[in-house]
């Protein structure tokens, strides 16, 4: 059976549990036009999200993972939250009055945050072509001070907090590309920072904060924003969804990983800083897998996912610790598995890298303020692997190293 959609939903029960909904908000993941479904037994309401219809006792892909473990530190402000209220209140305050006039936030500010802002300091140490100072996604910056902001509005319900708030959430808005991609920075400043960032998380913070906000997770559980602000996240984190998946590297026509920069209109990896070349970058494939792992389950959702994780399993290297210290920076370690940072965009070899632009597949290499200055490999996919297999999402080639 295929659907097309007509009407909102207001509750799903699925495999014997209630799932509640907005009118009107549901799932990222069935912006697909048209999915192929199967009678299960289950008993669903009719349904409504952009052109998908789903109908009584059909089985509908909401079934996802829960790899809280693994996104709950894109949700940590305990940077900036005390637990004191009254200091909370006015440290919020302080970061409402250095918040750019486009609505985003500068990384690295809370020395500033100390204090007011004065009229006259700089709000952000990087500019537009045209001298707009650029707000930025980079460092944990605006997501983290909208979280921040949004756990003391729900304290206080201060008005000036709750508008910075939302003026923070129309950058989120206004800064996402048409495709689908968000990039580093808003303004454009010309060069690697305008692509579709997934470096250092960027664009996957993005997507958990929109999905937060739309599900109105804590500390989104209150008035500070309505329905149209989420309706309108909704649709931005589809596109985000789907920019995504359209963006998976494929190698002779099996999907991979994700690079660290992409292209926002072609999809391609791009590079970004001299030591940062296109490629396959393994530790910022491991926030995007997880997330879509929290998605709904449609077809190609599912697919990009375990895609990825299949890619993770084949390329381990079992038996092997990074040491970032050096002077041995891989050391056999039974207990271990790892996974070089960067792998060519058209095949699985990895490689470093250094100011020169240059490959080089040996560490020693590199110059020693790469070597030291860099992390080149890395074992954060144990866990992701480790809840995929426990949760029976996708069955390891064999088990890891304990």
Same mark, same amino acid.
């Given at each position: 059976?295929?659907?097309?959609?007509?009407?909102?939903?207001?509750?799903?029960?699925?495999?014997?549990?209630?799932?509640?909904?907005?009118?009107?908000?549901?799932?990222? @993941?069935?912006? &697909?036009?048209? $999915?192929?479904?199967?009678?299960? %037994?289950?008993?669903?309401?009719? *349904?409504? /999200? +952009? #052109?998908?219809?789903?109908?009584?006792?059909?089985?509908?892909?909401?079934?996802?993972?829960?790899?809280?473990?693994?996104?709950?530190?894109?949700?940590?402000?305990?940077?900036?939250?005390?637990?004191?209220?009254?200091?909370?209140?006015?440290?919020?305050?302080?970061?409402?009055?250095?918040?750019?006039?486009?609505?985003?936030?500068?990384?690295?500010?809370?020395?500033?945050?100390?204090?007011?802002?004065?009229?006259?300091?700089?709000?952000?140490?990087?500019?537009?072509?045209?001298?707009?100072?650029?707000?930025?996604?980079?460092?944990?910056?605006?997501?983290?001070?909208?979280?921040?902001?949004?756990?003391?509005?729900?304290?206080?319900?201060?008005?000036?907090?709750?508008?910075?708030?939302?003026?923070?959430?129309?950058?989120?808005?206004?800064?996402?590309? @048409?495709?689908? &991609?968000?990039? $580093?920075?808003?303004?454009?400043? %010309?060069?690697?920072?305008?692509? *579709?960032? /997934? +470096? #250092?998380?960027?664009?996957?913070?993005?997507?958990?904060?929109?999905?937060?906000?739309?599900?109105?997770?804590?500390?989104?559980?209150?008035?500070?924003?309505?329905?149209?602000?989420?309706?309108?996240?909704?649709?931005?984190?589809?596109?985000?969804?789907?920019?995504?998946?359209?963006?998976?590297?494929?190698?002779?026509?099996?999907?991979?990983?994700?690079?660290?920069?992409?292209?926002?209109?072609?999809?391609?990896?791009?590079?970004?800083?001299?030591?940062?070349?296109?490629?396959?970058?393994?530790?910022?494939?491991?926030?995007?897998?997880?997330?879509?792992?929290?998605?709904?389950?449609?077809?190609?959702?599912?697919?990009?996912?375990?895609?990825?994780?299949?890619?993770?399993?084949?390329?381990?290297?079992?038996?092997?610790?990074?040491?970032?210290?050096?002077?041995?920076?891989?050391?056999?370690?039974?207990?271990?598995?790892?996974?070089?940072?960067?792998?060519?965009?058209?095949? +699985?070899?990895?490689?470093?890298?250094?100011?020169?632009?240059?490959?080089?597949?040996?560490?020693?290499?590199?110059?020693?303020?790469?070597?030291?200055?860099?992390?080149?490999?890395?074992?954060?996919?144990?866990?992701?692997?480790?809840?995929?297999?426990?949760?029976?999402?996708?069955?390891?080639?064999?088990?890891?190293?304990?």
């Amino acid at each position: 059976m295929k659907f097309n959609v007509k009407k909102s939903v207001k509750w799903i029960a699925f495999s014997g549990m209630a799932i509640t909904l907005t009118t009107g908000l549901v799932s990222p @993941s069935w912006a &697909a036009a048209e $999915q192929n479904v199967t009678d299960a %037994g289950a008993s669903v309401t009719q *349904a409504v /999200y +952009n #052109d998908a219809n789903v109908y009584k006792n059909t089985v509908v892909p909401l079934a996802s993972v829960n790899v809280s473990s693994l996104l709950d530190k894109y949700r940590d402000f305990s940077k900036f939250s005390t637990g004191n209220t009254s200091k909370d209140t006015t440290l919020a305050l302080n970061i409402v009055s250095w918040q750019l006039p486009h609505g985003g936030f500068f990384k690295a500010m809370e020395k500033n945050y100390k204090s007011k802002w004065d009229g006259k300091a700089a709000r952000s140490t990087w500019k537009s072509k045209d001298g707009v100072e650029l707000g930025t996604f980079d460092n944990e910056a605006t997501t983290t001070e909208i979280r921040f902001l949004a756990d003391v509005y729900k304290k206080t319900k201060n008005k000036d907090i709750k508008n910075s708030v939302q003026k923070a959430v129309d950058f989120v808005l206004t800064s996402q590309y @048409s495709s689908g &991609a968000w990039p $580093q920075v808003y303004p454009k400043r %010309g060069n690697y920072s305008d692509a *579709a960032t /997934y +470096n #250092d998380d960027a664009m996957v913070r993005v997507m958990v904060l929109a999905d937060d906000i739309v599900n109105k997770r804590q500390p989104f559980d209150s008035d500070i924003l309505d329905n149209t602000y989420r309706s309108r996240l909704q649709q931005a984190l589809n596109k985000g969804v789907q920019y995504t998946l359209k963006a998976q590297i494929v190698n002779n026509g099996t999907p991979t990983i994700w690079g660290a920069q992409h292209d926002p209109v072609t999809y391609e990896s791009v590079p970004a800083r001299a030591f940062e070349l296109a490629s396959k970058t393994t530790t910022e494939s491991v926030g995007i897998t997880a997330f879509l792992m929290s998605q709904p389950q449609t077809t190609e959702v599912k697919k990009a996912a375990q895609s990825a994780l299949k890619w993770f399993d084949t390329n381990r290297i079992d038996g092997m610790k990074y040491n970032r210290q050096g002077p041995e920076f891989f050391q056999k370690d039974a207990s271990s598995v790892m996974w070089y940072r960067f792998y060519n965009v058209e095949d +699985n070899k990895y490689f470093f890298s250094d100011r020169d632009g240059k490959k080089y597949t040996d560490i020693m290499k590199i110059s020693e303020e790469r070597r030291l200055g860099y992390a080149w490999a890395g074992s954060q996919a144990k866990s992701l692997l480790k809840l995929a297999s426990e949760s029976g999402y996708y069955k390891l080639s064999k088990p890891l190293p304990q």
